[in-house]
């Protein structure tokens, strides 16, 4: 009976494990499929000092992202813009407050050392009445701050 391989996992394998996991498998699965194919490497000494070395960068650039979205949310939190728009009777708009507006309104008005690119900005559906609303906008995954959009009856 074939001892199991120890192999290194390169992309995730459904029913087997995630990227970078080590994992035991029948040599035949790991010289015919997995290591041909490129979803795994041999789990020697070598192999198994780089990824080490992989994932302390890849903590590393994960903190740093972290933190950089903490300093770009410290300048956006608290901000409030204020849209004048033409609206009905019932406070129905004209046209409609999209992600883009305020992405533009964000870049342009604001002192901000950075963009801000629509699709950041988590906005359900377009704003299409007279209002305040809170939006998030997503900086990293565990980074949302959230501003206030004012719309107004007015000039568009």
């Not at 813009?81 to 870049?107: M, P, Q, V, Y």
């Not at 900005?121 to 299409?128: A, F, H, M, R, S």
């Not at 949302?144 to 959009?149: G, L, M, Q, R, T």
Request: charged fraction near 30%.
């Amino acid at each position: 009976m074939a001892k199991n391989v120890k192999l290194i996992l390169r992309e995730a394998v459904p029913s087997l494990g995630e990227q970078g996991e080590v994992v035991a498998v029948k040599p035949g699965y790991a010289r015919n499929y997995l290591i041909p194919r490129g979803f795994a490497s041999e789990a020697t000494a070598a192999n198994m000092k780089a990824l080490e070395e992989e994932k302390k960068r890849g903590e590393a650039r994960a903190k740093r992202d972290y933190l950089e979205a903490r300093r770009r949310a410290s300048q956006v939190e608290g901000i409030s813009l204020t849209f004048h728009a033409n609206a009905g009777e019932e406070g129905k708009l004209f046209g409609s407050i999209t992600t883009a507006d305020i992405a533009d309104r964000l870049n342009s008005e604001q002192k901000l050392d950075y963009a801000i690119d629509r699709r950041q900005i988590e906005l359900e559906e377009p704003i299409k009445a007279l209002g305040v609303y809170t939006v998030p906008i997503r900086l990293h995954g565990d980074v949302k701050p959230e501003i206030k959009v004012w719309v107004v009856k007015g000039d568009a």
